[in-house]
């Protein structure tokens, strides 16, 4: 058995580096397209009729049921057949089509889910308040909706991104030559020599790619929420003010008769606390059962 060659991966790094380019341009046309298809299964979902909901939901429940290989080999041999029907000859176009094509319907299902939950995270509330000061529906959504919804969405996003970056090693079975392709292609040359050199050179390449992802990611983050945190330390400020004044109030049961009278204190102060009330409503109930019995008396004589 031939032994391990640590230098190998140094030699073989430089061959596939350049092909991070096809597997990033793979990745960018994945997501402007299925960036696009999701947003519009999530308008059909949030937004649309019976019909459409039915539909958007269907589709991306059979997207999700099926392998990502057995789609990329569907498209690969199934559009050109189907094209050819109406008189569209695509049998010469590039591997890259038919592989962006097919992450497009896989990414544009896992897209739609992230837009949904993150517009549905947002409060109602807000959109009615751009509205009541005087912006449009558009306004409202640009200004008020999207920085907000798009901070939520991100951390699945960037999931969903490396997701599809590692599922796009299936396209060189189609013959796209992109890092596990050339990969492949140094193993064959070598005669399936030094096949652990050159997979751990890609799993460095891969990983790297991973990194900065991940960086990006948090930077745009950060850069989001930077309107979002001082009014989030505001609101956690005000509730433990809140806290220490109403704690003694809460003791006392005053509470618990502001929320049975009107019902717009609503503070939860925890088991001891909440204990602390139900004894103290245990006491006003015996004040009210003498008091009652007080009155009676005082009637019979």
Same mark, same amino acid.
């Given at each position: 058995?031939?032994p391990?060659?640590?230098?190998?991966?140094?030699e073989?790094?430089?061959?596939?580096?350049?092909?991070?380019l096809?597997?990033?341009?793979i990745?960018l046309?994945?997501v402007f397209?299925?960036g696009?298809?999701?947003l519009?299964?999530?308008?059909?979902?949030?937004k649309?009729?019976?019909v459409?909901?039915?539909?958007?939901?269907?589709?991306?429940?059979?997207?999700?049921?099926?392998p990502?290989?057995v789609m990329?080999?569907?498209? $690969?041999y199934?559009?050109?057949e189907l094209?050819?029907?109406?008189?569209i000859?695509?049998?010469n176009a590039?591997?890259?089509v038919?592989?962006?094509?097919?992450?497009t319907?896989?990414f544009?299902?896992s =897209?739609?889910?992230v837009?949904?939950?993150a517009?549905?995270?947002i409060?109602?509330?807000?959109? *009615?308040?751009?509205?009541s000061i005087?912006?449009?529906r558009?306004?409202t959504?640009?200004?008020?909706?999207?920085?907000?919804?798009?901070a939520v969405?991100?951390?699945?996003?960037?999931?969903?991104?490396v997701n599809l970056?590692?599922e796009g090693?299936?396209? $060189?079975t189609?013959?796209?030559?992109d890092? =596990? !392709?050339k990969g492949q292609?140094?193993?064959?040359?070598?005669?399936?020599?030094?096949?652990?050199?050159?997979?751990?050179?890609m799993?460095?390449?891969?990983w790297?790619?991973?990194?900065?992802?991940?960086a990006?990611?948090?930077?745009?983050?950060?850069?989001?929420?930077r309107?979002?945190?001082?009014? *989030?330390?505001?609101?956690?400020k005000e509730?433990s003010?809140?806290e220490k004044?109403?704690y003694?109030?809460?003791?006392? !049961?005053?509470?618990?008769?502001?929320?049975q009278?009107? !019902?717009f204190?609503d503070?939860?102060?925890?088991?001891?606390?909440?204990?602390?009330?139900?004894?103290?409503?245990?006491?006003?109930?015996?004040?009210r059962?003498q008091?009652t019995?007080?009155?009676?008396?005082?009637k019979?004589?």
């Amino acid at each position: 058995m031939r032994p391990f060659k640590p230098t190998f991966i140094f030699e073989v790094l430089p061959q596939i580096l350049p092909y991070t380019l096809v597997t990033l341009g793979i990745m960018l046309g994945t997501v402007f397209f299925g960036g696009l298809l999701g947003l519009l299964l999530a308008a059909g979902k949030l937004k649309g009729g019976r019909v459409l909901r039915g539909l958007a939901s269907a589709y991306t429940y059979f997207i999700r049921c099926v392998p990502s290989i057995v789609m990329l080999f569907i498209i $690969y041999y199934g559009l050109p057949e189907l094209l050819l029907s109406f008189g569209i000859n695509i049998n010469n176009a590039s591997k890259a089509v038919f592989v962006i094509t097919t992450f497009t319907f896989m990414f544009g299902a896992s =897209m739609s889910e992230v837009f949904r939950s993150a517009y549905l995270a947002i409060d109602p509330g807000q959109s *009615e308040a751009g509205l009541s000061i005087g912006l449009g529906r558009w306004q409202t959504f640009r200004r008020i909706i999207l920085p907000q919804a798009s901070a939520v969405a991100l951390p699945n996003f960037t999931n969903a991104l490396v997701n599809l970056m590692k599922e796009g090693t299936l396209a $060189y079975t189609i013959g796209l030559i992109d890092i =596990m !392709g050339k990969g492949q292609l140094i193993i064959g040359l070598n005669h399936g020599s030094y096949a652990l050199e050159t997979y751990i050179a890609m799993f460095v390449v891969y990983w790297v790619l991973t990194l900065l992802i991940e960086a990006v990611s948090k930077r745009l983050e950060k850069h989001l929420l930077r309107g979002l945190r001082p009014h *989030e330390e505001a609101v956690s400020k005000e509730k433990s003010v809140s806290e220490k004044i109403l704690y003694p109030i809460y003791e006392t !049961g005053i509470l618990n008769k502001l929320k049975q009278s009107n !019902g717009f204190f609503d503070v939860s102060m925890g088991k001891a606390r909440s204990a602390g009330s139900k004894s103290s409503e245990t006491e006003n109930d015996q004040n009210r059962f003498q008091r009652t019995q007080e009155d009676n008396s005082w009637k019979l004589n």
